[in-house]
């Protein structure tokens, strides 16, 4: 896959290390579960080839019931180290390296650099890692955990320097010009209330850059919550929390949203991009009612 950068700036590549080395991924594995590398590389080819295969054997195996949020799925997340071999699968698929690689031309056609960013949820840090190198100013959050941990040994590696926080009641308020959030929202159990926490990071002014595949709930994603099915396509979902679309892709992976004034600093009514969107977005809504994915048709089934 060839990505085609700014003019303005020179942006790392969405492909960021170590991702393009199997072997140290595979080490740094190894190191933090304790698994031997062997193991370590049969998982990952695993992976590679189902996304999620580790997760949905151990999902199955503790007989938790999908779908559906409980304690149990809330330790399931905190227990399992199958979550550090899906987000490198995904985290080097073709679909998220071209998302990355979006959000980095965007950011820097706003301003080239020194945006005070969250990566909220960031899992590995491996976009956190990627606007860093960037030039941005970037705070980490995830909970602490296997992925926590690769992220930590990253950041490290790379000596740049990433702000980590652990302790959601920990995060600024008001802070941030930009809230990345990918992959996210379709897991928590009340998703109004977590674009509202948002909402509340931002500095007024701010974006928020959201991808959340709400209409993926299937045997690939048993940690996706069938309660959150309904947003999908919905802007309201954020409209009602303050954040308005600015800016986005026409398949919402991801989309942008910014807190402004709706009323005084909104686009143009006439902006085709934006009128494209939102179609889209009625595309979704619909069609994840009919039939459940609406992508059936471009995103492979184990994607």
Known sequence: MIFFTSPRVNLPSPLVEPLDDNNRIINLIAEITNESVEIVRHNLEEEEI??????????HDQ??????????????????DAFLYNLVAWNRNHIKLQMRDWIGKYLSREESSGLDILCLGDGLGIDTLYLAQAGHNVTYYDVPGYTETFARRLFEDSGL???IVNDIEAISKEAYDVVLCLD???HVSNPPSFVAEIYGYLRFGGRAIIHAPFYLVNENHLTHLKS??????????????????????????????RKIDQKAQLP???????????????????TTRMW????????????
């Open 50 to 59: 189902r996304l999620g295969s580790k997760q949905i054997r151990e999902f």
């Open 292 to 303: 459940g994915n609406p992508f059936f048709w471009i995103i492979p089934k184990n994607k």
């Open 268 to 286: 143009s009514l006439w902006n085709l991009h934006l009128w494209g969107i939102q179609l889209m977005g009625l595309y979704i809504a619909i």
């Open 184 to 186: 996210v929202l379709e």
């Open 161 to 163: 320097p990433v702000y």
């Open 228 to 257: 959150n099915q309904k947003y999908s396509g919905r802007l309201d979902l954020f409209t009602k929390q303050g954040l308005h679309l600015v800016d986005g892709q026409l398949g919402w992976n991801p989309i942008v949203l």
């Open 63 to 80: 007989g938790l019931l999908p779908h559906v949020w409980s304690e149990e799925m809330s330790e399931f997340y905190n227990n399992t």
